[in-house]
């Protein structure tokens, strides 16, 4: 298992990102709020952390949903996986939505997400004057349903 040192400054009431299992790939973010937090249907909400990160470049974090919220109460992140990039020093907050009907509370200290730490690669763009410069593959332009699924 590779691992990455990562600087962590914790203002939260809560403990740092911890892993819950010895295979988890994802450590666990907790709500820094000091009073319950309604989420409300189809709205969305920013719930601070009260962590700040260093990360290493060519390294970014992963902010994703857990899936037991996801599935048990529609609780997600509204754009999917969020980037913590490794120049950013701000806190972390996790932009959460209710998919669901009824609202769901968040209580000061709940699990609501999960972070993971990824090694990314940056592109050097080449930028070409034609689409006919692009290499011939058997898909070519087709798309969204393109395999037949």
């Known amino acids: 298992m ?3 040192k ?3 400054h914790n ?3 809560y403990s740092l990102p911890q892993y819950q299992t ?3 790939a994802g450590a666990d973010l907790y709500a820094n709020i000091d009073t319950p937090l309604v989420l409300e249907p189809r709205k969305v909400y920013a719930v601070p952390t009260g ?3 260093e990360l290493p470049v060519g390294y970014e974090a992963q902010i994703r949903a857990r899936s037991g919220l996801a599935l048990k109460h529609g ?3 509204v754009n999917g996986i969020g980037t913590v990039d490794s120049d950013y020093r701000g806190e972390i907050k996790v932009i959460l939505m209710n998919l669901k009907e009824e609202a769901y509370t968040v209580n000061p200290g709940d699990r609501i997400a999960q972070m993971v730490i990824q090694e990314y690669v940056t592109a050097d763009f080449c930028e070409v004057e034609d689409v006919a410069e692009l290499t011939k593959t058997e898909r070519d332009d087709g798309g ?3 395999s037949g699924l």
């Open 75 to 77: 609780i997600t992140l």
């Open 51 to 53: 962590i700040s990160i």
């Open 22 to 24: 010895a295979g988890a």
């Open 11 to 13: 203002a939260s009431a």
């Open 2 to 4: 590779k691992t990455c």
């Open 6 to 8: 990562v600087k962590i």
């Open 144 to 146: 969204f349903g393109h």
